[in-house]
């Protein structure tokens, strides 16, 4: 007569990491490790869950070569669309089929680099543009530590035209909530008898100061996108993808 324990594991499987475990011969950690790398399919499909069920009926393969190695932090680079909340859920945000092409980092994603991930690069909703989430301590201490002197550029559109006393106006020091901010280096990309292009390189990630900073100047904003957030560009990323901040790169 079979076991109570036995007849329930043949009926509704063993945990995933408990058969790699035993096929590869390693320790249950390091074939959670396996797991987690996108190393192990099961019936033909990855599957990154350690703790999934599988039956004995259902093939496991393991990629020849795979290494338990643990996964390393990331950072990830998104281009915002207009009318969503940077800290809107990130399911919202980092969507797995977003990966953007131009991504030359050669690291395929896994479930676990968006797990966690924090963003300290807050934009509003209504504007597009580069927000950046991380899992990596270092950058999250260099946004944190040195977020009032990490310059950001920002291209903002404004109705009609913009004259020299709005501009010089712009390019003073503005105060914000209470708060005396650095002044913004401001100047005019393109102007059009309805429209003028703004070019704003501000230091610190304050959202509402630019609106605020157009506002006391007298101007309607009728868009905003951030290209830039210290050294990283958003060149490449179209509105809703995402890429891999690369290893050479640094905020």
């Known amino acids: 007569m079979k076991r109570a324990g036995a007849a329930q594991d043949e009926e509704e499987g063993v945990r995933l990491a408990k058969r790699v475990a035993a096929m590869a011969g390693v320790s249950r950690r390091e074939a959670e490790l396996l797991i987690e790398n996108g190393a192990v399919r099961v019936d033909g499909h990855v599957v990154e869950v350690p703790a999934r069920r599988v039956r004995d009926a259902q093939q496991v393969e393991i990629a020849t070569g795979a290494r338990p190695v643990a996964i390393e932090p990331v950072t990830l680079l998104l281009h915002k669309p207009p009318g969503i909340a940077f800290d809107a859920p990130l399911e919202k945000l980092l969507i797995a089929s977003k990966h953007s092409e131009s991504d030359r980092s050669q690291r395929p994603p896994l479930q676990r680099h968006f797990a966690g991930q924090q963003c300290f690069t807050p934009l509003e909703s209504g504007a597009s543009g580069l927000i950046v989430f991380t899992q990596e301590p270092r950058v999250q201490r260099k946004l944190v530590e040195d977020a009032a002197l990490i310059e950001n550029e920002v291209m903002v559109d404004v109705a009609g035209l913009v004259d020299g006393a709005a501009l010089h106006r712009l390019n003073q020091s503005p105060v914000i909530d209470g708060r005396a901010m650095l002044p913004a280096k401001v ?18 990630s304050w959202p509402g100061q630019i609106a605020q900073m157009c506002d006391m100047a007298g101007l309607r904003i009728l868009q905003m996108k951030r290209i830039r957030v210290g050294r990283l560009p958003l060149a490449g990323l179209e509105v809703g993808e995402w890429r891999f901040m690369a290893p050479g790169e640094r905020v």
């Open 187 to 204: 100047s005019i990309g393109r102007q059009v008898e309805t429209r003028t292009g703004l070019r704003f390189a501000v230091k610190g």
